[in-house]
């Protein structure tokens, strides 16, 4: 293993990329952006399985719509993914993601390739220039004879020359390609051309096992030369397994730490009942010591917590005064919110000893029925918009007007 390249480093939410941050998995929606309660279903699932970072598309208005409803519910940063119109780059920042991708091949103007630099700049959120061998600009193209390697790195590095005039240097790149000599070569030249943090991938690669061994050729070849920063398999397959091949080719690396217990817990939003950082916190230390190798979820409400983490092999979610435990996402107990955290252990222990279908087995007769009449109570008092999305569907509205005229 070659030491790691040093970058600079830029931040997706939360998540730290390049400048010695640990390499970062990431994967993409498959949902319709608009289906606000599939896609959190599937964001969940995915940083249950590992990712650290998701993409959703943002192909159309009503998309923008479902990610000022998506952001503030997801436990992983969002990055918008924009292709044609950079009005929709606009609307998404609107609707609260913690990054943009951008594609150079599909937004040509530089007068809006800017508009978005400096709204991004003002908003303090990171863009990844994301060339495509199969999208690359035609003008570039032909003078290259076709999307070489140098190719590929010189609308990389036109576009963020873009940036750079309007001050905007806040950047991760990637240029990848579905033949992985070329993806290789091209992220080697453009690792030697910048010093900004790169993501890796070898675009559709196609379904397992090719797509996986074309992946972890392209993606593993570069890590294992120091060159990367943070990783997608694009495969014809459930992200969820994008997710799982990544993380497993970054432990084999490791350049991560192997997963024990893997507790998930939703990031609160203007719905959550509890201190859900306080009672993650509290969980983990109390789950951790006992070796437990269950997926653990605790959510902030009880309106969508047990939906959202479907998922999980059991999960905790706050009412008022209360907790539903749920297992597989159905509720099993309804308990007094002081003991909380003591009921999940219980709960954890029971399903490593007798399975989640012990733990079904053993629900509370009416905790279903007591989960549903407190559901109801809470989305009575709190109202249907608890955290503003409508207003800002509002703004995107306004942002939007006609974007077909880009
Ligand atoms: S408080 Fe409820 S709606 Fe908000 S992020 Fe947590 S589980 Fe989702």
Not at 64 to 73: D, F, T
Not at 89 to 99: F, H, I, S, T, Y
Not at 112 to 135: K, T, Y
Request: hydrophobic share 45%.
């Amino acid at each position: 293993m070659h030491p790691r390249r040093p970058t600079r480093q830029v931040h997706v939410g939360t998540v730290a990329v390049g400048g010695g941050a640990p390499v970062s998995v990431q994967s993409m929606t498959t949902t319709k952006t608009a289906d606000v309660e599939g896609t959190l279903a599937q964001i969940y699932a995915l940083a249950g399985a590992g990712c650290d970072i998701v993409r959703c598309t943002c192909n159309e208005e009503e998309a923008a719509e479902g990610l000022a409803r998506i952001v503030p519910r997801s436990p992983i940063p969002i990055v918008a993914d924009i292709h044609f119109q950079h009005r929709l780059a606009l609307a998404a920042m609107e609707a609260g993601v913690q990054a943009l991708r951008l594609n150079p091949g599909n937004i040509r103007k530089p007068q809006h390739v800017q508009a978005v630099a400096r709204e991004a700049g003002d908003r303090g959120l990171p863009i990844r220039i994301g060339v495509n061998a199969g999208s690359l600009d035609p003008e570039i193209a032909a003078r290259h004879g076709g999307a070489t390697p140098e190719a590929l790195v010189e609308s990389a590095m036109r576009e963020l020359a873009y940036f750079r005039e309007v001050g905007f240097e806040d950047v991760k790149i990637s240029v990848k390609a579905s033949s992985v000599p070329l993806m290789i070569d091209a992220y080697r030249l453009l690792a030697d051309t910048t010093d900004h943090p790169l993501h890796l991938g070898v675009t559709e690669a196609g379904p397992p096992p090719q797509g996986l061994v074309k992946s972890v050729a392209g993606i593993g070849t570069l890590l294992a030369e120091g060159i990367g920063d943070t990783i997608r398999f694009s495969l014809t397959a459930d992200p969820v397994e994008e997710v799982r091949a990544g993380r497993t080719l970054l432990e084999a690396l490791g350049l991560r730490e192997r997963r024990g217990l893997d507790l998930i817990a939703c990031p609160s939003c203007g719905r959550a009942e509890v201190d859900v950082i306080r009672v993650a916190r509290d969980a983990q230390a109390a789950l951790e010591d006992r070796g437990i190798p269950l997926q653990v979820a605790v959510m902030g409400c009880v309106v969508n917590g047990p939906g959202e983490a479907r998922d999980a092999d059991l999960g905790i979610a706050a009412g008022r005064g209360k907790g539903h435990l749920f297992v597989k996402g159905h509720v099993v107990r309804v308990v007094p919110e002081g003991e909380m955290v003591a009921a999940l252990t219980e709960e954890a222990e029971r399903i490593v000893a007798e399975g989640v279908e012990g733990a079904l087995a053993h629900a509370e007769a009416g905790a279903e029925a007591a989960a549903a009449a407190d559901r109801e109570e809470l989305l009575a008092s709190q109202g249907p918009d608890v955290n503003h999305a409508a207003e800002r569907i509002a703004r995107i509205r306004e942002i939007g007007g006609d974007v077909t005229s880009d």
